[in-house]
């Protein structure tokens, strides 16, 4: 059935589980494979569709621009095809199609898990898929309904077809005995058989002539043949398989093929002999080529991972490279963020080259440059690769001095010296840095102002350069390293190097003089170091499969971190510095929290990371991975949603896929999967529920935004600066829309509602539900002020001893307060009434009491206590002993509850004498308290508890004055 895809159900597979911090985003730094590309014209533009693995990319030719990324399919792609804005793939035994990057449609060609699909062809409202059981299978790409199979046997194994223009009906079918036949698709019947060639067919292109076929063969020929007449026009030879045939059409007789080692032929028609060979076009296999209709211009892409853009407007004919989008051909060795942004990853490969790739957009990424290496390849009949400088071990940079002189060091494979490059110009540097004791680099750093490069050799020497001179400075010679060095890094201050070795030792030196100031022995070889610089933490990787941690200042371990069951490859810090992130052989990606020691997350890759970097800002962790020639960047879920930070062990790792270049999922289920298995790993984590306050000794503060409360403290200047300068001027004239009565002054038409507010006001009936005698503010004080609190506190080690404390209780009146603005708040301190003995100022003054004999939210407190003195200051002192009456009713009341709750102790003592319960009344007065009265108690209670406070904080200033003067 053809049309929307179904979800799958969830039994049909397990779910896909994502790590806790880190989940796959994308992959850059891949633009095509070995599958042929397709390009479709729209109007005057051209489109250019490469396939990626699993997933595919549409280019604007024009501008090389990437437009699109297609979904992530389930297995990788074997076949393309493109019609319209529809892209056909061919993944498995299915057919699926795309529409901008979006799956509209899929259907299958057979239900053998084994059956793969070779080939696609685009035949009017059908697609033609070549199958990998020697079939042919016509279906409409509409509905997916299968029209005709055709069968072959084993004498004629199918291995490309092509529709011939003006031919209705009919397709050539090449094999690889060398044969062809014509069939018409319509009826299933072959049409003509022709007498074939003495090797397999390997590819069929259109020419510019009806009827004319060129034939590529696997010995190197390409044969001119007319179907028509059977008969052969011109048969050519190249060197090597021919993979792809291609004619130009701007009134130039030019046929260009390619062959299976990366050379491209120029063939002239007319006097049929060879005009030009672009030898090492591509480094390997080139599956495709294509001139754009009437223009000279020829496209072509590589196993090589590379799309190329060539133009012939020199006036020998010959053509030279236009524009081009391409990767590394070889898996990354060394990937690192470049700059403060985190838009760029220098990333070195096997493949010899140097790359920038920009995680932003595209059409950034560059290779630098090592110089004219293609004039040079062909003169000396060399690859390109073969002419590049040998494969880069490690790199170091500096964006400080970019703009001034080389930035970037790079150490080579059994090289003795050191090349820097200009990452401004993305080109080699002028500079060749050789260590005086002519051995082998292993290692190299820059330091942080750009100034100074830093080698190491293998036979233990370092040795500091000027970076805009190349001068070697300094030799660090003196009491140095036995065994090759194989770290080495600066400090941000640029007075000291640390430096470690496969001797075990790690050695810190002073760069101005150049001496060893002190050396450490680890318990085994050193392979790899990395600084901290912001806090001078310093990461050891031993052979020992530990990870150990040096604080440089104190010149100690203080950390150590084993796990890893293989060779650690690399490892990177967090920007903030709370994490340290390692690779190892055993396939795992592990993250470590500093602080704690513990480990926090823990995944295995399907193939194993041989290089980490995390970003400046903090966003993605970039991996490189053996056998991958893209680099994968993963989503720190700590910026943008809260992740439970625990100690985890093995038992808790994890199996995860890599990232694909698609950002989009085409099965809307595997991106459930991978976020609500993770919620409910973590919904089964213990939770641990923080109270406000941990303990009665200990002053605590709000959760609420400091500008809620200290906007109470300016809140006159506030309205004073937010004051209308001039009133609100009514509008002279009235909007049009608005409905009218005649007359000499015209009046405006009453609506229904203004008509029944007019009748209500006629009557002169009020509503009694309308009416609100006060705010919640003013109930919830009073309803403080009324209620009684009993709080049960058992003494350690006294199981029947009981202490109950009765007090007034105002947590739901400041409950309420918080969630008020500051300016509702100042509304309702000055709503407050003066009657009754200024009642409910008093009751404000006890609740703040009550605030501070909580020893919660302190600095609210204050904040409500200054504007309310504010406010009703100069009528507190006016009325002194306002309230005192009411104070003495209260006093009885108390001491009846005394009486009564003490008798009741007595009886129960009297009763029980193996249980004794204690009880204690603390009432918020112990007798008639005036307003004055209220505002001591107030003021005492204030000062304890900031003398208390001011106690701990000088406490702490000088613990910290002498740690500081002893250190």
């Known amino acids: 059935m053809f049309g929307i895809p179904q979800k799958k159900a969830r039994t049909e597979a397990p779910k896909a589980v994502a790590p806790r911090l880190f989940v796959p985003f994308r992959a850059i730094g891949y633009v095509t494979n070995e599958i042929p590309f397709n390009i479709q014209a729209k109007g005057q533009a051209y489109f250019l569709t490469t396939c990626v693995g699993t997933t595919f990319h549409i280019y604007d030719v024009a501008k090389m621009n990437l437009l699109f990324v297609g979904a992530h399919t389930s297995t990788p792609i074997t076949a393309l095809a493109v019609l319209g804005d529809l892209v056909f793939v061919a993944c498995g035994s299915d057919v699926v199609s795309y529409k901008r990057a979006k799956e509209v449609g899929r259907f299958s060609c057979g239900t053998d898990p084994r059956l793969s699909i070779v080939s696609l062809e685009i035949f009017g409202q059908h697609i033609i898929s070549i199958c990998s059981d020697n079939t042919v299978k016509l279906n409409d790409h509409s509905t997916g309904e299968l029209y005709t ?33 014509l069939w018409n698709i319509r009826t299933s019947t072959m049409v003509y058989a022709f007498k074939g060639f003495n090797s397999p067919v390997t590819c069929f292109t259109q020419s510019p002539v009806v009827d004319v076929i060129a034939v590529g063969l696997l010995d190197g020929s390409v044969v001119l043949h007319n179907i028509r007449t059977d008969t052969t026009i011109m048969t050519m030879r190249q060197e090597g398989k021919v993979t792809a045939v291609s004619f130009r059409t701007d009134d130039q007789h030019v046929m260009a093929t390619a062959n299976m080692y990366g050379d491209i032929a120029l063939w002239d028609l007319d006097r049929q002999k060879v005009l030009h060979v672009m030898k090492g076009a591509h480094d390997g296999t080139i599956p495709s080529i294509q001139f754009l ?18 133009i012939f407007d020199s006036l020998d004919g010959l053509p030279r490279l236009l524009k081009s989008r391409s990767g590394h051909h070889q898996p990354p060795t060394h990937i690192n963020y470049y700059g403060e942004d985190g838009h760029f990853i220098l990333s070195a490969g096997r493949d010899r080259s140097l790359r920038a790739f920009s995680t932003v957009r595209d059409s950034q990424s560059v290779e630098l440059s090592q110089g004219s290496l293609s004039k040079k390849s062909r003169l000396l009949n060399l690859k390109i690769d073969e002419l590049k400088l040998p494969l880069i071990t490690t790199v170091a940079a500096a964006p400080a001095k970019e703009k001034e002189w080389d930035n970037i060091l790079t150490a080579h494979w059994n090289e003795p010296g050191v090349r820097s490059w200009n990452y401004q110009r993305k080109v080699l540097g002028s500079h060749l840095m050789t260590p005086k004791d002519g051995s082998s680099t292993k290692t190299v750093a820059i330091s942080t102002c750009g100034n100074f490069g830093f080698v190491g050799s293998a036979s233990g020497g370092i040795d500091m350069f000027n970076m805009q001179s190349g001068i070697h400075r300094r030799s660090f010679s003196e009491d140095g390293h036995s065994k090759a060095v194989t770290g080495l ?71 150590e971190f084993w796990g890893h069951s293989n060779r650690i490859t690399d490892m990177t810090f967090s920007p903030d510095g709370h994490w340290l992130v390692s690779s190892s052989l055993d396939a795992t990606i592990r993250t470590w929290d500093l602080p704690t020691g513990h480990m926090v997350d823990i995944f295995r890759c399907e193939s194993i990371a041989t290089s980490l970097s995390f970003s400046p800002t903090g966003d993605y962790l970039a991996t490189a991975h053996v056998d991958n020639v893209g680099i994968f960047l993963w989503a720190n879920r700590m910026q ?54 941990l303990t009665e000794q200990m002053i605590t503060l709000s959760l609420l935004p400091k500008s809620k409360w200290q906007t109470l403290l300016n809140l006159d200047v506030i309205k004073a600066r937010n004051k209308p300068k001039e009133a609100p001027k009514a509008p002279e004239k009235a909007p049009f829309f608005l409905n009218t009565l005649p007359g000499v002054e015209p009046k405006f038409v009453a609506t229904k509602e203004d008509e029944e507010r007019a009748h209500v006001a006629d009557t002169k009936m009020i509503r009694m539900g309308m009416l609100q005698p006060e705010t919640v503010f003013m109930t919830l004080l009073k309803r403080g002020h009324n209620t009684r609190a009993t709080h049960h506190i058992v003494n350690a080690g006294q199981k029947d001893q009981q202490t109950v404390v009765v007090e007034r209780d105002y947590s739901d009146f400041f409950d309420h307060l918080k969630t008020l603005n500051p300016s509702a708040v100042d509304f309702e301190l000055r709503s407050m009434s003066l009657d009754n003995d200024l009642a409910e100022p008093r009751y404000f003054l006890e609740a703040i009491e009550y605030l501070l004999s909580m020893r919660r939210d302190f600095e609210l407190a204050e904040a409500y206590l200054n504007l309310f003195l504010r406010i009703h200051g100069d009528v507190l002192v006016a009325n002194p002993d306002a309230g005192l009456d009411d104070e003495d009713e209260d006093d009885e009341d108390d001491e009846d509850e005394d009486s009564e709750m003490e008798s009741d102790d007595d009886d129960d003592d009297e009763r029980s004498n193996s249980r004794k319960l204690k009880v204690k009344v603390n009432a918020t007065k112990a007798g008639p308290l005036s307003v004055s009265m209220r505002l001591r108690r107030l003021v005492s209670e204030h000062q304890r508890e900031w003398k208390r406070l001011e106690e701990l904080f000088q406490s702490t200033l000088c613990l910290i004055e002498f740690m500081r003067t002893k250190a």
């Open 149 to 181: 199979t055709i069968d072959f046997d084993s004498s004629f194994t199918v291995t490309t077809l092509i529709h011939p223009s003006t031919y209705l009906n009919k397709v050539l079918i090449g094999s690889n005995q060398g044969t062809m036949q």
């Open 489 to 559: 890094q600066s400090d941000r201050l640029n007075k000291s190097l640390v430096s470690g070795s496969l001797d075990g030792l790690l050695k810190l030196w002073d760069i101005k003089s150049g001496k060893c100031e002190h050396t450490m022995e680890m318990p085994s070889p050193i392979t790899h170091l990395l600084l901290y610089p912001e806090n001078n933490i310093l990461a050891v990787i031993c052979d020992d499969l530990c990870i150990r941690i040096v604080d440089i200042e104190n010149r100690r371990v203080v950390r």
């Open 293 to 310: 209709n009437g223009q000279p211009i020829l496209m072509t892409s590589g196993a090589d991972n590379s799309v190329k853009q060539w």
């Open 640 to 693: 943008f949603t809260t992740v439970s930070l625990r100690s985890i062990t093995e038992d808790d790792v994890i199996r995860v896929g890599l990232p694909t270049s698609s950002t989009m999922e085409d099965d809307g289920d595997e991106v459930e999967n991978i976020y609500t298995t993770n919620e409910e790993v973590l919904a089964l984590e213990p939770t641990i529920e923080t109270p406000e306050q």
